[in-house]
């Protein structure tokens, strides 16, 4: 069965710093998505994508967030300069005709 | 979009049926009720969908009354695997669409 996938499962970054979250959608799937996890809080929606450009973006996905499809199969999720609030689950999902397929998740630690 | 609003949290024990009831007073004629589960440290997995009455797959059955101000899950038979989030959403079925997530319904099956 195909899946979404992310890299890497962990990543631990200190405050001010950049990084950059991978996942490789669904092969055939045009909608991409990413979510976020505070660890024990409900998940929330950052941005969707489609054709290329953000299609939606939640009050989270502020300038220091950006998202980028760079070639075929990898959609990332950046953040420019982390905060400590930053640290959480982050989730990249993508659609085909109606459900919504989940990565397993990267562990964001910022200290 | 649509405020849900289930159990906080519900308990039952192995080869029981389970039946989480979620109320959605203000859904919209083009939304759709679905709903993920999730267990710890992993990304949301799809369970079912529904637009109006009875809607079953090989792991749940989902029940909408005809005013579709409330919906049903329905999980038979539960395993010690079943423990996990359960949540309901109800949004439109565009393509791009967020999916908004409450704090879900912990259920814990017990042997």
């Known amino acids: 069965e195909p899946e979404v996938t992310q890299t890497p499962s962990h990543q631990v970054t200190q405050m001010g710093q950049e990084v950059i979250l991978r996942c490789v959608p669904i092969?055939?799937?045009?909608?991409f998505y990413w979510y976020r996890q505070i660890l024990g809080q409900k998940v929330e929606f950052l941005v969707s994508f489609y054709n290329n450009e953000i299609s939606e973006k939640s009050e989270i996905f502020d300038d220091q967030f950006s998202v980028e499809r760079p070639d075929g199969s990898n959609f990332t999720l950046k953040i420019r300069s982390t905060k400590l609030e930053d640290s959480a689950m982050y989730f990249c999902a993508s659609r085909n005709s109606y459900e919504q397929y989940f990565g397993p998740g990267t562990r964001l630690t910022v200290t | 979009l649509a405020k849900t609003t289930q159990p906080i949290s519900m308990d039952s024990y192995e080869g029981q049926e389970v039946n989480i009831t979620c109320s959605h007073n203000n859904i919209a004629t083009n939304d759709y009720i679905t709903w993920y589960q999730q267990f710890p440290s992993q990304g949301p997995r799809f369970i079912i969908q529904g637009y109006k009455t009875k809607v079953t797959n090989e792991v749940a059955s989902l029940f909408i009354p005809a005013d579709r101000k409330s919906s049903t899950l329905s999980l038979p038979r539960v395993s010690l695997s079943d423990t996990a989030v359960y949540y309901c959403?109800?949004?439109?079925?565009?393509?791009?669409?967020?999916?908004?997530f409450g704090k879900g319904t912990t259920l814990s099956v017990s042997s």
């Open positions: 959403l109800v949004a439109s079925n565009q393509a791009g669409t967020a999916l908004i």
């Open positions: 092969s055939n799937h045009l909608y």
